[in-house]
């Protein structure tokens, strides 16, 4: 019996149950597969006594060919089948050689790194949160101690590195904070008009866009936009650089990475913040604005005088401490996430993201203080 | 010539943009030969290489592969033309989150039809080929830079792809892991029959690997020397090649150009 499998290989059934696996050409990434198929199909089907493997007219063999060898010797030797091969020339013997067939098994792999149980995986992670906590404290120290130094030495601030901070934080965030404010007066007036409107109310949508906007909304908004813009961008610049020995480089050149990294990005963001969301608040009652005289019937004067009524300095002066509070959060979990980066391109992916939600949930999480704080004081 | 032009590069004016760093450079590799592309620093080397493979176009000028323009060819026989060569970057190039077992079968997983234990164990070979036998499931972050090379050739030549492309494989490492680089490029050459296009500055890799050398220059802003690098040494026209080849540093009014 013989049987063409593909041009490059034959099966022939010698007597005695002795079959013949002729190879011819080249056995390689192109062809291994489909004769490891039939191959594999012919010996299940009718199983040999002896496989032969006859290498005499091969023109290439490589790793594919010796995976093919491999197999079929295995598959062989399932069948009880004995496996051999004929017809290895010096150069077929030198590749068998260089990947150390048939001598070594490579059937069991290395083994896979053990998960770790359950206790164990509970004490990983409790060790990790404790490790977390230790950095988090070394670094409020390391950034407090920075901020003396920087109020004894002024002079030793980065101003070059903080303004420039200061414009991506800030200027650059202008337009996408404005434009959100406005959208978010417009909704809200909207909204409120819809009820408003049903008891002849429609001058205290003026109110509501105001109060909800400088007490509540406008240091949120701005802050949440800031954490995705600049919280991000904080994260991922410190992690590139720590994964690229930059960090270290500044490190062992005796510069004080704190006040070199950290300190203009908190400045930045502590300065530039509160102004941003004065402007988101701007906006947002120019919103509310537009829907009034558009829709409601009121006049702009009305509207602000209104708005003005309803406004006290303290709503005011108190959004703006929380804006610079939410702003001192961002910075401060972007740097500190950026740091805690170890490993490769991930690393940087892995801090961004957690500076951003670290960011929000801290956001979220203060303001709610502070307005349980504002309910028993104010 | 009798041997068989695998790559053709013709009047390549290379550079990023409109600044070219090479004028006019033209040579052939063979297959089957070890063809080393050097020069000092800074001088086009890998720029060259990425005009090569087709990852930057040139300013003017072509490089056809298996007779088809790398850069102006169709789409479809770029894509084969990248199936048949593999690269080694200078630093690997590994992908960070996958482990060194998944990075090299990565290419075999996408282009055979082989099952999973197959792969393994040709994952397992090849990886034992580069020495790297037993460090299957670690990150690329857990290795030296020297594994990094070895496990980034592994995967290059996961496919045994007909050329292999290296950008300087042993800078950086000591003189032991670098020689055993080389000998594997040799190895690999030999029994294989692979195309090598090395582009490097080390001089002990270029006397034991190479037949055929270009020097690139960057005064000259083109190939000052091709050649055997042993006769480049001793019997070269330019002084600047033989300085190169025999470590003499340049006195700073004579860098280029002065013969004899």
């Keep these: 019996m013989s049987d063409k499998i593909s041009e490059c290989c034959r099966l022939e059934d010698v007597a005695d149950g002795e079959r013949r696996i002729r190879f011819k050409g080249k056995l390689d990434v192109k062809n291994a597969p489909a004769i490891i198929r039939a191959v594999f199909a012919s010996i299940e089907k009718h199983p040999p006594l002896r496989v032969i493997a006859d290498l005499s007219d091969i023109s290439y063999l490589d790793d594919f060919g010796v995976l093919a060898l ?13 496996f051999a091969m ?47 906590l230790r950095f988090q404290v070394a670094f409020v120290g390391s950034v407090l101690l920075c901020c003396f130094h920087l109020i004894i030495h002024p002079r030793s601030i980065r101003i070059g590195d903080t303004v420039k901070s200061m414009k991506k934080t800030g200027v650059d965030a202008l337009p996408i904070v404005s434009l959100i404010g406005f959208l978010l007066g417009l909704i809200m007036a909207f909204m409120s008009s ?37 919280g991000s961008a904080f994260a991922s610049e410190i992690a590139a650089m720590k994964i690229a020995e930059e960090v270290d480089a500044l490190y062992t050149m005796g510069f004080d990475v704190t006040r070199f990294l950290v300190a203009p990005k908190i ?14 608040n701007l906006f947002a009652i120019l919103g509310g604005l537009t829907v009034g005289v558009l829709m409601l019937d009121l006049t702009a004067g009305a509207y602000m005088d209104q708005t003005f009524k309803s406004l006290t300095p303290f709503d005011f002066w108190f959004g703006l401490f929380k804006t610079a509070f939410f702003a001192l959060v961002i910075a401060w979990m972007g740097c500190l996430r950026g ?5 490769g391109a991930e690393a940087v992916g892995r801090a961004t993201t957690s ?13 709610s203080i502070f307005a349980v704080l504002l309910q028993y004081w104010g | 010539m009798t041997e068989h032009a695998l790559i053709k590069v013709k009047d390549l004016f290379a550079g990023y943009g409109e600044q070219a760093i090479l004028e006019n450079v033209s040579f052939e590799v063979y297959a089957g030969e070890i063809f080393i592309i050097l020069g000092g620093s800074g001088c086009g080397k890998s720029t060259l290489l990425k005009h090569m493979i087709g990852l930057i176009p040139p300013i003017s000028g072509s490089v056809t592969a298996y007779g088809v323009d790398v850069i102006q060819g169709d789409q479809g026989s770029y894509r084969k033309f990248l199936r048949n060569i593999g690269v080694l970057y200078q630093s690997g190039g590994l992908l960070s989150s996958m482990t060194l077992a998944e990075n090299v079968a990565l290419p075999i997983e996408e282009y055979t039809e082989l099952r999973k234990e197959e792969i393994e164990y040709l994952v397992a070979m090849k990886l034992e080929l580069v020495d790297l036998k037993g460090f299957e499931h670690h990150l690329p972050s857990e290795i030296s830079g020297g594994m990094k ?28 892991t670098s020689a055993e680089i080389d000998e594997l490029i040799l190895k690999i050459n030999r029994s294989l029959g692979t195309t090598m296009v090395i582009v490097t500055h080390e001089l002990q890799s270029i006397f034991h690997l190479a037949k055929r050398v270009i020097m690139l220059d960057k005064t000259a802003k083109g190939i000052i020397a091709e050649g055997d690098p042993h006769y480049l040494r001793d019997h070269s026209g330019n002084r600047t090649v033989r300085n190169f080849f025999n470590r003499i540093p340049m006195s700073g009014q004579t860098r280029y150009g002065s013969k004899g």
């Design chain 1, 86 to 132: 004929e017809g290895v020339g010096p150069k077929a013997a030198e590749i068998l050689a260089l990947f150390n067939f048939p001598d070594s098994d490579k059937s069991q792999p290395a083994a896979k790194r053990p998960e770790p149980g359950l206790l164990v995986g509970i004490g990983k992670a409790t060790i990790d949160q404790l490790l977390d």
């Design chain 2, 149 to 176: 090379k070895r496990a980034g050739l592994a995967r290059a030549m996961a496919l045994n792809p007909e050329i292999l492309f290296f950008d300087e494989p042993t800078a950086g490492l000591d003189p032991i």
């Design chain 1, 194 to 230: 819809v009820q408003l409107r049903q008891f002849g109310a429609n001058i205290y949508v003026a109110s509501l866009v105001a109060l909800a906007m400088v007490r509540e909304l406008g240091p949120i908004i701005t802050a949440i936009i800031v954490a995705g813009r600049s």
């Design chain 1, 267 to 280: 400045i930045a963001a502590v300065l530039m913040v509160p102004l941003l969301s004065i402007f988101a």
């Design chain 1, 70 to 82: 491999d197999r079929i010797r295995k598959v062989a030797a399932g069948k009880g089948a004995s």
């Design chain 1, 339 to 343: 740091f805690q980066a170890r490993g």
């Design chain 1, 355 to 367: 500076a951003v939600v670290s960011s929000i949930f801290l956001i979220i999480l203060w303001d």
